[in-house]
């Protein structure tokens, strides 16, 4: 699909698309694209930030689908905060201190590479865990106004609070025994802002194999940092109306955790039923001695690959055996549909293209059309994107464009408390007076 034609250019690529995402297509909740990420920042407040930040009313700012997509960097989130608000440092520190959460879960990812999809430590029990999500989990009928609440959040809008995140992944992993990576995928299927860093990084650290004890709540958490919103009116038995240590003594004393009765998801799709794509859908392309390859973590016009080369040719390529695999809600792919809409209308490119397949393949043969020797594509810590261009060199030049550093930390990142003491002059401009703060 290129800029040049008209005709329908969505519709044909949702065709494309097909077997890629759940859902039909109906108009997303949250507008893509870096116009829509600078109208946010600039509209954003972090005063109330720290003092609100745990209760799901908290003055949070949404930003993260744009982190997550590249449509904003965390250095502009940061410089431009400072920029705003350049005497007022209490006002900052604790929303750039939670900021500072993506780049460690980052440099996590960088570190392990696709180690991230397996338990980086030890579980801190001894509980065996089930490698299924229960059907009424996934159908948001538990029964528990709580749990399918954010379930309906999670499937209806693409959204939870990251406390509701961390009290549904508790819930999944402790109270119904099932495996973090289920839920960490299930996450990344449906929240705009879903990737590998982040969630597996956070589902680790419920489950106790990224931090030095699992997290679990109870009903009073829930109840005191949502308002009451579920628990005021809920006649429902409830697994966490208990004190801590007998919630810990009940989740890991041995016994194995509640499972559903019934089996495992059902598929989704049937394989058979989706048609191959055709690679033969570029269409005539001018020919062009450098190709920027825009993936799914870089879109913005501002991104160093695409401001380096404004007269490269630019392709986006949907990563088509990945989304079979794990399929967005279609809410998600609408998102970076737009998003995709607002960068192209503000490339100078002459060429821009948005591909469907295996990146590696449809990039050599795009390449090879145009004629292009030399690759270019945005650094960024996840393995499909190293593995990708590690596969295009054996074939041309790629040159891969470095990333603005948030802070600098050349430490295996174990705990982000470590990590935080290290980084924070150089995320703050100054030492704060005390580097550390629980979760409640």
Known sequence: ???????????????RLRGCYLGDPRPGTLPGGRTEALRQLRAYDPAAYCRTRNHLSGTVSRLSPYLRHG????VEVRDYLKARFPNDPARLEEFLRQLAWRDFFEKVLAWHGRGLDDDLEEPKHAVARSARIPLDVLAGDTGLPCVDGMLRELF????????????????????RGVRWQLGAQLFRQHLYDGDLASNSCSWQWV?????????????????TFSGGKWCDTCTAKCPFDADYPELQHRLFAGSTAPFGSRSAEREARNEADTPPVSSDDIGPV????DLVWVHDAAMSWDDAALKANPTAAAAF??????????????????????????????????????LVGDPAERLTALARQLGATTLHVSEH???RVAET???????????????????????EPKRFSRYWEKVAPQVLGYRPKSSKRMHQ
């Open 381 to 383: 810590p996840n393995p």
């Open 207 to 223: 489950e106790g194999t990224f931090a030095s004890k699992p997290y679990f709540m109870n009903k009073q958490n829930v109840a």
């Open 317 to 354: 390529a949907f990563d088509e055996p990945a989304l079979r695999v794990e399929p967005w809600a279609y809410h998600r792919l609408a998102f970076v549909l737009d998003g995709l809409d607002d960068l192209f209308a503000h490339l100078p490119n002459p060429t821009k293209l948005t």
């Open 389 to 411: 261009a590690e596969q295009l060199r054996s074939s041309f030049r790629v040159v891969v464009h470095p990333r603005p550093a948030f802070a600098e930390y050349p430490h």
């Open 286 to 289: 001018p020919t062009a001695t």
């Open 156 to 175: 209806t809008d693409g959204y939870l609070h990251n406390h509701a995140r961390l009290w549904f992944a508790a819930y999944l992993c402790h109270f």
């Open 1 to 15: 699909m290129t800029t040049t034609d008209p005709a329908g250019p969505r519709a044909a690529l949702l065709d």
């Open 71 to 74: 449509m904003l960097s965390a």
